[in-house]
């Protein structure tokens, strides 16, 4: 399984990005997509995923209703939205495919395969 984040850059707070990960599998419209983050100094956090038919998402706390996660099985892509996009979003932003769906934030001992990380930056 590859997984392949694009996407990334420079933005202003209040701007908006959209990343995108193509995924190498054959099992994909099967599969658990996510995304996690990592901030420099900082450990790599949960960000948000979506159940493999989309109908289901959950994200953590501080990106909730500006962050949206969608995916399109004919694809195989995973998208993540950002909108209003604050200074402490900047990161590295990882998407995953993980073991199983839940209303929970995902542990990072349950994802199977990571993507090479794509830099989002957010300046004040």
């Known amino acids: 399984v590859q997984l392949q984040a694009s996407g990334g850059g420079l933005v202003q707070a209040g701007g908006s990005l959209r990343l995108s990960c193509a995924a190498s599998?054959?099992?994909?419209?099967?599969?658990?997509m996510g995304w996690f983050r990592q901030a420099p100094g900082k450990e790599r956090e949960f960000v948000g995923h979506?159940?493999?038919?989309?109908?289901?998402?959950y994200y953590t706390d501080s990106v909730k209703g500006r962050f949206t996660i969608s995916r399109d099985n004919a694809k195989n892509m995973v998208y993540l939205q950002m909108n209003s996009l604050k200074p402490e979003d900047t990161a590295v932003y990882y998407c995953?495919?993980?073991?199983?769906?839940?209303?929970?934030?995902?542990?990072?001992?349950?994802?199977?395969?990571w993507g090479k990380g794509t830099q989002v930056t957010v300046s004040s």
């Open positions: 995953v495919l993980e073991r199983y769906y839940g209303d929970y934030p995902m542990g990072q001992d349950l994802v199977d395969y």
């Open positions: 979506i159940s493999w038919s989309g109908a289901m998402t």
């Open positions: 599998t054959r099992t994909f419209s099967r599969s658990v």
